[in-house]
């Protein structure tokens, strides 16, 4: 088992709300990763960060932003949700040298009514 | 166009029976291949690597393959048992370094019936 955490589990909220989903581990990795997914869906990279200070925007276009204050907590922001964003959102980490091999949290199922 | 195609969609199968699943991708250049197993709700977990060099890997009732000339692996799970239902998700590093690029697929959905 992976020592990365993600917060809330699940969370349905309403169009024009501000949310953080909250990601943390323990493990000192610095590479980390938000992913998100739909059902029958790969995998899309949404943001991702090599270190602290560092944040960088992955494949999908999206509307939300992360922050890399400290190396263990990666939290992403949508400012204003609507329902195109209800999806699964998975947060990863990995090490350097293990070929990219992730490390992923169980996940925020977010629900925008 | 870099892309990793998996194949059946989904597969149900009974309890102790063989499967295989199929990876067929056209990443370039490739470094490795990491099949991922997905219980539902939770976060995919690596179940075993392979790297351009080998053709085959097993862990316990997990054997992954990979031929790197016609760009195809597959994972073959032996005398299943209910717990393996699950997702099956194969991701390939073109790279293999922090600078790498990941490829996923849509997955396996297996599900193992009494």
């Known amino acids: 088992e992976a020592d990365i955490y993600q917060t809330p589990r699940y969370l349905v909220i309403g169009t024009g709300k501000k949310i953080t989903l909250e990601c943390s581990q323990t493990m000192g990795h610095d590479k980390m990763y938000w992913y998100q997914q739909d059902p029958g869906m790969e995998l899309h990279l949404i943001h991702y960060s090599y270190g602290v200070n560092s944040t960088e925007k992955g494949d999908l276009s999206s509307e939300s932003t992360v922050s890399r204050i400290r190396t263990e907590h990666f939290p992403l922001t949508l400012e204003s949700a609507r329902p195109s964003h209800t999806s699964q959102y998975l947060c990863a980490s990995s090490v350097p040298g293990t070929n990219e091999k992730l490390f992923f949290g169980s996940g925020t199922q977010l629900s925008v009514l | 166009k870099n892309q990793v195609e998996q194949s059946p969609q989904s597969l149900i199968i009974l309890e102790g029976k063989n499967c295989t699943l199929q990876c067929n991708y056209t990443v370039s250049p490739f470094s490795n291949l990491r099949w991922y197993k997905q219980d539902t709700g939770r976060g995919p977990v690596s179940l075993t690597i392979?790297?351009?060099?080998?053709n085959t890997k097993s862990n316990g009732r997990y054997t992954a393959t990979l031929d790197a000339d016609t760009k195809q692996s597959s994972l073959h799970i032996t005398a299943s048992q209910l717990s393996d239902s699950a997702s099956y998700i194969c991701?390939?590093?073109?790279?293999?370094?922090?600078?790498?690029?990941?490829?996923f697929g849509r997955g396996t959905q297996l599900t193992v019936w009494p």
């Open positions: 392979m790297t351009f060099s080998e």
């Open positions: 991701v390939v590093n073109d790279r293999g370094s922090t600078l790498g690029r990941l490829y």
